[in-house]
């Protein structure tokens, strides 16, 4: 059973940045595990941030985060990391780290919109970008 824990949230200032990690456990082998970064902010719904594939690395990232946010693995500690830099108010919200046992390469894209995609899911870390 997948088991996934989010640290590394908390309070900085517009322009800042911050670190998540997404440390997993229970992974079963022959999956190309896909993660994904979601987040939620009060009276908003669940949306999708950017995605990593355990295997390949391919990697994709919402608009609204390009260029500002990074995300990479390190598979040696079972580690999905989200670097998030220039920070602006309105990233603050809960942010969730998300694995998916298997999705095609064709639609890999389209999973940051569709969190049911996704059976695994950690208990989120909030970070909040205010002065």
């Known amino acids: 059973h997948l088991q996934l824990v989010e640290s590394g949230g908390g309070l900085v200032q517009p322009g800042g940045s911050l670190r998540l990690s997404c440390a997993a456990s229970?992974?079963?082998?022959?999956?190309?595990?896909?993660i994904g970064w979601f987040r939620q902010a009060p009276g908003k719904e669940r949306e999708g941030v950017s995605l990593i594939s355990r295997s390949e690395g391919f990697t994709t990232y919402a608009d609204f985060v390009k260029g500002r946010f990074t995300i990479s693995r390190d598979n040696a500690k079972n580690t999905i990391y989200l670097q998030m830099n220039s920070l602006k108010p309105e990233d603050t919200a809960v942010y969730y780290c998300a694995a998916a046992r298997y999705i095609g390469p064709g639609l890999r894209t389209s999973a940051l919109n569709n969190p049911s995609w996704y059976a695994y899911w950690g208990q989120g870390t909030q970070v909040t970008v205010s002065s």
């Open positions: 229970g992974f079963t082998s022959g999956y190309n595990y896909n």
